[in-house]
């Protein structure tokens, strides 16, 4: 359900379950942290893609159903560290929708490039869950005042209106994604650049996300604690079966 390959001098990293929207199970989030800190001081960039018209439908939430949004929560917060602590540029291919905590992880990327099929869904609010993934603070880093409406609103954004917020670099002709996302993360690590020590001074401190993830692991608590959680998902259950 994931998959690593290397392309040319990139390390192409593909979520692989595209009968579920490639949804992530909790194995697949520790996999795909694993899979990007063994790769991460390699020297060769990363590219992130999903398989099929989806790139990634978030958590999987039949999975989750009796299990603890706390825990869940801590295994989305490591994806986040896993990118943040990478000495190479990781970079986005966004073949479809990314969803939840999918669409949140990618905030912090250093580049997302999309397909006219790609877009955005914030839909935490919406199903009585809280946001993740450092993205109390990433998603204002890109999108800046529009954040908390974002979230509020539980918005979808197609590839326009997320080019247009800062949440896509650039949208491309779906036969170009891999082959786009592959040669930005070859420029990016050239020999003789400084790609590292950038990394280092632009992306968000860690000092600072681990904040963010303290925050939001408490919101998750509250809103789990409060069954506003579980009566959200409920609801979800409920319309995906009709």
Known sequence: MIEVNAHGEVTVITL???????ALTS????????????????????VVTGAGRAFCAGEDLYEAAGTSLTAEVETFHDLTRAVLETTVPVVAAVNGLAVGGAAEWILSFDARLGTPAAGYFFPENGIGLSISNASSVLLPRLTGGRALRLVLDTARLDAAQALTAGLLDEVVPGDA???SAVALAERWTEPGLATAVHLRLLRPSLEEVERAFARESAAAHEVEETGLAKAGMQRFATRARR
């Not at 692989?16 to 490639?22: C, E, F, G, S, V």
């Not at 990007?36 to 990363?46: D, T």
């Open 16 to 22: 692989n379950r595209p009968d579920k929207l490639n």
């Open 27 to 46: 194995d697949m989030r520790v996999r795909l942290a694993a899979a990007v800190r063994e790769h991460g001081h390699s020297g060769r960039g990363i």
């Open 177 to 179: 994604l891999l082959e």
